[in-house]
């Protein structure tokens, strides 16, 4: 094709130094937003841009100008596919009262998909404890917990928590530190295509089932729900959710159909998968606190129906929280 160079930039460039104009507005101010008409026409200036930018590609021999038009129309571009309100500074706390559950809520399927796991995992274990009582020393991996129920509240009565005194700071570190790497795990184990992450909520269940029925089956219900609910109410939502996240994980991995490639697939979730591992890992610290400074203290220290109110106040507000928090200002 025969192009008039001189001709052809002289009669475009007003529009090129407009679009470069609305441009250096848009970069120097994150705040700085158009209006309908305003929008409108720099899409027009893109779109002129661009296809000048294609009748310069015809030409045989590249002129100096196509530099400055690749430019223009790169920065143009990615102004146009850019979501502005991710450039915009976040605070911690609006990040986590606002980011955090409405990133929980667009994906809820998959959160309540790991819920399905974690119980199927807790009928499992109280199903086969039920069936063999001695199941208990291979289900379960804690030998604090292979005894007789009775024996460790009769234990935890009468030591009153003093086997904390003084510790209770580094004890809450650990938990904290434990629960953030197996939720870590949770998410990290979708790689597995998801199979390992499965497991793992399933196994967490299954654990959670034959505790709950030993205790139980041994009349100590009101200690179980006095011990497990304060910091539980928070810390099994917490890896549940992060078993959410390596769901999220698995299906970008696997694509479910989507034609865009896994690199691409993986570009897009990856936002949210640091959003929800960072709030499980807020909730953790909070979870990692209140068994430290509450869990470990039992009746007569601290009524087990305090306790218990305590716990399931916790559990409502998070509901609340995850399904409410942020939704005035939802995409």
Excluded: C
């Excluded at 500074?89 to 606002?98: D, G, I, T």
């Excluded at 087990?304 to 939802?330: D, H, P, R, W």
């Amino acid at each position: 094709m025969i192009l008039d160079l001189d001709r052809f930039v002289a009669q475009e460039q007003p529009y090129w130094v407009e679009l470069e104009e609305i441009l250096g507005k848009l970069e120097e101010r994150i705040q700085h937003k158009l209006d309908l008409d305003g929008a409108q026409r720099f899409y027009y200036l893109y779109q002129r841009a661009s296809a000048d930018l294609a009748r310069l590609a015809s030409v045989a021999v590249e002129p100096p100008v196509s530099r400055y038009l690749q430019s223009l129309v790169a920065r143009a571009y990615g102004e146009v596919h850019e979501i502005r309100d991710k450039r915009r500074a976040v605070s911690p706390l609006e990040w986590f009262l606002r980011t955090f559950p409405r990133t929980f809520r667009r994906h809820a399927a998959k959160f309540w998909l790991a819920v399905a796991l974690t119980v199927a995992g807790t009928v499992f274990g109280a199903a086969v404890l039920s069936i063999d009582s001695s199941a208990k020393h291979a289900i379960m991996p804690f030998p604090g917990l292979q005894g007789d129920p009775r024996d460790r509240v009769a234990d935890e009565e009468k030591d009153r928590g003093g086997r904390l005194s003084g510790h209770q700071a580094s004890f809450s570190a650990q938990l904290m530190t434990h629960n953030i790497q197996v939720s870590i795990g949770a998410m990290a184990l979708g790689l597995t295509w998801g199979i390992g992450t499965v497991i793992m909520l399933f196994y967490n269940g299954v654990i959670l089932g034959a505790v709950g029925y030993d205790y139980i089956h041994a009349g100590q219900t009101p200690f179980l729900l006095g011990w497990l609910l304060p910091h539980g109410a928070i810390e099994i939502p917490a890896i549940i959710l992060a078993g959410q996240a390596g769901l999220l994980l698995a299906s970008a991995l696997i694509g479910w159909g989507k034609r865009t490639t896994r690199r691409v697939r993986f570009r897009e979730i990856g936002p949210d998968l640091v959003t929800l591992i960072g709030g499980v890992a807020v909730m953790l610290v909070w979870a990692g606190i209140i068994e430290a400074f509450l869990s470990q203290y039992h009746q007569p220290v601290i009524p087990y129906a305090v306790k218990i109110a305590f716990g399931t106040t916790e559990l409502i507000v998070l509901a609340l929280f995850l399904s409410l928090a942020g939704a005035q200002n939802a995409d």
